[in-house]
């Protein structure tokens, strides 16, 4: 019996992701859902998926899904460290340059659920380059998940939470540190994330590819609208 699969994201560089699992495991039927009106109960027993992966997904995942489908989230975050928003800003935001993407079963309480598997990341670079790089490793994690079902673990150790970043924290306005400036563009560094950003009276300057150089100064493009 053939199996289906649905991956979910809301993402445009996921769809490269998408191709790259029909070419590695064509005797698998692969789904790609990245609108929230196409993704609901109705949708699902149609395709009669035997997991649903989601690399990337900003909406409340229904009940009427996750109770009746599995649900593989992959976040950003060592869990239980990090559940929550906009889990690659928090991170560059607090130092860190490593981190790991866990898979974990979608429960109704967020990021809470079992893990079936956790996968180093660095978070060297642009969150551009970033997602790249996570892609690849998501689709390793998939290819892990359908192939060897691995046993799911319950999470462990101190929880803590993110909050999600609004556009309007991603001014720079208030930092002080050359390093938390670089910091800031770069992890806003991506297509569909709100770019680091200063105002004046009546312009707009966004800030993306910074380098940061040893003679302590910061390069970067920017790019100057009038409000």
């Not at 609004?166 to 910091?183: A, G, H, V, W, Y």
């Amino acid at each position: 019996m053939i199996s289906n699969y649905i991956v979910l994201s809301s993402k445009v560089w996921n769809v490269d992701l998408v191709e790259k699992l029909k070419v590695y495991a064509p005797e698998s039927n692969w789904h790609y859902i990245s609108k929230k009106e196409d993704f609901n109960k109705e949708t699902l027993e149609r395709i009669k998926p035997d997991k649903v992966f989601i690399p990337h997904w900003s909406y409340i995942i229904p009940e009427s899904v996750f109770l009746n489908f599995d649900c593989v989230v992959f976040h950003m975050t060592d869990l239980p460290y990090g559940r929550g928003g906009s889990p690659l800003q928090n991170l560059i935001a607090n130092g860190l340059e490593h981190t790991k993407i866990s898979a974990i079963k979608v429960v109704k309480e967020l990021d809470a659920g079992p893990i079936y598997l956790k996968s180093d990341l660095s978070l060297y670079g642009t969150a551009e380059e970033i997602l790249i790089r996570a892609n690849n490793v998501i689709f390793n994690m998939i290819i892990k998940i359908k192939d060897e079902n691995p046993q799911l673990t319950e999470q462990e150790g101190e929880i803590t939470s993110f909050k999600r970043r609004t556009p309007k924290m991603s001014s720079m306005e208030d930092l002080n540190e050359l390093e938390d400036i670089f910091r800031h563009i770069r992890m806003l560094d991506a297509d569909g994330y709100p770019h680091a950003y200063l105002e004046t009276e009546n312009f707009k300057l966004e800030f993306t590819r910074a380098s940061l150089k040893a003679d302590k100064s910061i390069i970067a493009d920017v790019r100057i609208t009038k409000k």
